[in-house]
Structure formats: structure tokens, C-alpha cells
Nanobody, 115 residues
Framework: QVQLVESGGGLVQAGGSLRLSCAAS????????MGWYRQAPGKSREFVAR???????NYGDSVKGRFTISRDNAKNTVYLQMNSLKPEDTAVYYC?????????WGQGTQVTVSS
């Protein structure tokens, strides 16, 4: 079992920045993938970014060039640096982890971007 706890969400003006953190605990050895998804009201969950234990990354098209995912394996923590935020980035952001696929999820943290 892996437990994930997100932090860092909040309210920010368009063009601003936020950094989300997600700390993992439990069966850490089972984690290879860590990443972020988001869900806006009335929309389906959307892939944001992922990072493998070796450091390779992937991003959703809507956040490329603005968001950066990073990982501190010693602290079992993944970060999402979000720059140039837009109102359409408003959503609940969920941390995810797994070995081959994402199978553990955090409770989510709200990010609200005002125009």
C-alpha cells in the first residue's frame, strides 16, 4: 500500500506560479511512476505529467513548456512547478504513483487561477 499526500494548492492570479508537492509513504519500493492528473468541474480527469524513477518525463499537451515535474527519490516526493498559470488550469490536482501503471492516488488539492 502506498499513501500519497498532496500540498501546495491555492488561489493565484493568471500568469502566476504555484508549486505542488506530493509525499509518498508505505510500500515505497513498489513505486516507479509518479505523476499528476487534474480534474476540472464537469470534465474528465486529464493527464498532466509523469516522471519515472530514472528521471524521464512526459507532459500533457496543455501544460508543455509551462509545468515542470521533478522528483526527490530520497524524500519519496514528487513536485509540480506550475508557471504562467491560466484560468483553464483551475482544477483539483491529484498525485498518482505506481510500478507500471498508476494505482495509488492522493486526495487531491485545489488549484484556482483567477483572471
Amino acid at each position: 500500500q502506498v499513501q500519497l499526500v498532496e500540498s501546495g494548492g491555492g488561489l493565484v492570479q493568471a500568469g502566476g506560479s504555484l508549486r505542488l508537492s506530493c509525499a509518498a509513504s508505505g510500500t515505497i519500493s513498489s513505486i516507479n511512476l509518479m505523476g499528476w492528473y487534474r480534474q476540472a468541474p464537469g470534465k474528465s480527469r486529464e493527464f498532466v505529467a509523469r516522471i519515472l524513477s530514472g528521471g524521464s518525463t512526459n507532459y500533457g499537451d496543455s501544460v508543455k513548456g509551462r509545468f515542470t515535474i521533478s522528483r526527490d527519490n530520497a524524500k519519496n516526493t514528487v513536485y509540480l512547478q506550475m508557471n504562467s498559470l491560466k484560468p483553464e488550469d483551475t482544477a483539483v490536482y491529484y498525485c498518482a504513483a505506481g510500478k507500471v501503471i498508476f494505482n495509488s492516488w492522493g486526495q487531491g488539492t485545489q488549484v484556482t487561477v483567477s483572471s
